[in-house]
């Protein structure tokens, strides 16, 4: 019995948390352009000049902030609960109270480069935060398939962008050229490839039969074997 008012209070923890970091986004963004510095010093304390937008820019962000959050709390409070890093960016706010900076003047660095740290932080926190609680679900969401196809894909795809930006190198092109040579000639004799250079649809260099000794019939084999040249052969 005492497991649904359980569940009703975390949700709605989640929800005001989500509403909370929607609303510190908000005000982080309409605090962007605004500055802070104290102009004077007297004796009964530190005079601030605040630099400000509009406050009906203010009003306008959170607003949106209002809006994304409704959004994300009826689809997934859990997920707008996961946004409680984000809180963080209220210090962004704190030069700019009232009363609190002229009493502890230190606070206003918190208008300066340091409030990019604090953002840096919030925003990684938020990222590690939704990473973990996507790779505890992704394999239930996709699959054994759904996992192997997405490996494929992304070794796929830096395999094809190593190939076109360094291009192959080591031993690669000398086993695609004995796949040229079963290709063309349908032997594993190499010399005649190398000489023609058969090779430059895929090396732009000079590329020299690598090998130890001619056979018994003066041809050139490679020293490398032709099992993965002959695997290579149907897609080649």
């Known amino acids: ?7 009703q209070t975390s949700r709605l923890r989640a929800a005001i948390v989500g509403l909370a970091a929607c609303e510190a986004i908000a005000t982080a963004v309409w605090l962007l352009p605004a500055t802070v510095n104290i102009v004077q010093w007297p004796a009964s304390g530190p005079i601030r000049l605040a630099l400000l937008a509009p406050a009906w820019q203010l009003a306008a962000w959170w607003g949106v902030g209002l809006l994304v959050a409704g959004a994300l709390v009826g689809r997934s409070p859990a997920r ?3 946004l409680a890093p984000l809180l963080l ?3 962004w706010a704190v030069p700019y109270l009232p009363y609190l900076s002229d009493r502890f ?4 660095v918190l208008a300066g480069p340091v409030r ?3 953002a840096g932080v919030a925003v990684a926190w938020t990222v590690r935060e939704t990473l973990g609680a996507l790779m505890q679900v992704a394999p239930s969401l996709i699959g054994r398939r759904g996992v192997f196809i997405v490996s494929l894909l992304l ?3 830096a395999g094809l962008y190593s190939a076109r930006a360094v291009g192959v190198g080591g031993d690669e092109p000398h086993y695609l050229i004995i796949t040229e040579s079963l290709l063309r000639d349908g032997d594993l004799q190499i010399e005649n490839n190398h000489r023609q250079r058969d090779y430059q649809s895929f090396f732009a260099g000079e590329l020299r039969p690598d ?8 041809q050139i084999y490679s020293i490398h074997a032709p099992g993965l040249p002959s695997l290579l052969l149907p897609a080649y």
């Not at 019995?1 to 569940?7: D, G, L």
């Open 211 to 218: 090998f130890f000794e001619r056979g018994k019939n003066g």
């Open 80 to 82: 707008a609960g996961r």
């Open 116 to 118: 990019w740290l604090i």
């Open 105 to 108: 003047p230190l606070l206003l």
């Open 155 to 157: 070794y796929v795809g």
């Open 1 to 7: 019995m005492s497991a649904a008012p359980h569940r």
């Open 89 to 91: 960016l209220w210090l």
